[in-house]
């Protein structure tokens, strides 16, 4: 199973702009769809975006459409979610996970990053 790490979160103004980080250890990270979540306190985890391993095809919730991007660098078994155009309504705990199938459905990942936070102010 792979050890997934992100960083990056923060508190910025809305408007502005994060890039996040996830890196994976333990195991061939290249074999895995990669996804990022978020959520808020009292509420479930939701899908934000994924991208598989094979071609590179990407998936995103409509709210963050044209607003933020996800990308890999297997070379460095790390993920990425750069959020543009940030919105109060995206401030969360942002989760990366990795699955050996495409899905957006948080129970079919078992592998979790531990999350960070971002804050977006009005």
């Known amino acids: 199973q792979l050890q997934l790490v992100e960083s990056g979160g923060g508190l910025v103004q809305a408007g502005g702009s994060l890039r996040l980080s996830c890196a994976a250890s333990?195991?061939?990270?290249?074999?895995?769809?990669g996804a990022w979540f978020r959520q808020v306190q009292g509420k479930e985890r939701e899908f934000v975006a994924g991208i598989g391993w094979k071609v590179g095809k990407t998936y995103y919730v409509d709210f963050v459409k044209g607003r933020f991007t996800i990308s890999r660098d297997n070379d460095k078994n790390t993920l990425f979610l750069q959020m543009n155009g940030l919105k109060p309504e995206d401030t969360a705990v942002y989760y990366c996970a990795a699955s050996p199938e495409a899905g957006i459905g948080a129970e079919q990942y078992a592998n979790w990053g531990q999350g960070t936070q971002v804050t977006v102010s009005s």
């Open positions: 333990g195991g061939f990270f290249s074999r895995y769809v």
